[in-house]
């Protein structure tokens, strides 16, 4: 189940709150301008291809194309047997931004945006059918755990824009992982 947990991000100890309900992870994080949302499963074959699996959700994908200017959608996968999965998952931990939108739908598998919003930070469990909007410029890391499985579609207005700036804070090594927060799929 999809859920958010909220943290004072000098407090790791004990959320704020924490939530497995949809429409209140909707709520929470439309009121600090995040957008979250659940979209309706498709039935995709077992080891659909890209192509297929945009052409599923391709309403979906033109609606945001346009309200938000995205130009390009792609999918990307992973699996707990990938050989660089250790280098993937270490390649988004620390605390970061983009000069463009991190937009994910999760058509399966999972995935851990912690967002850093003033003096809080959103964690946010996404799975199959969720769609996370984290807005460029905000401050977030992503944690795929030790067994990474996900295919996402992704947005882009610039895949190129699409490049990690650290922002040096340890925060992300303060606040609990993927294992202390998810039990073992
Ligand atoms: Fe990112």
Redo the contacts with the bound molecule.
Sequence with gaps: MSSLRIYNDNDFSQPLVFTEDGAEISRQLNEVGIRFERWSTRELEEGATPDSILAAYQAEVEKLKAENGFTTADVVSLTPTHPQKDDFRKK?LDE???SED?VRFFVRGQGLFYLHLDDKVYVVLCRKNDLIS?PNGTR???DMGPAPEFTCVRLFTNPEG?V?QFTGDEIASKAPRFEQLIEAA
């Design positions: 988004f970061h931004r983009h991190e984290v977030h890391w992503f699409w990690a």
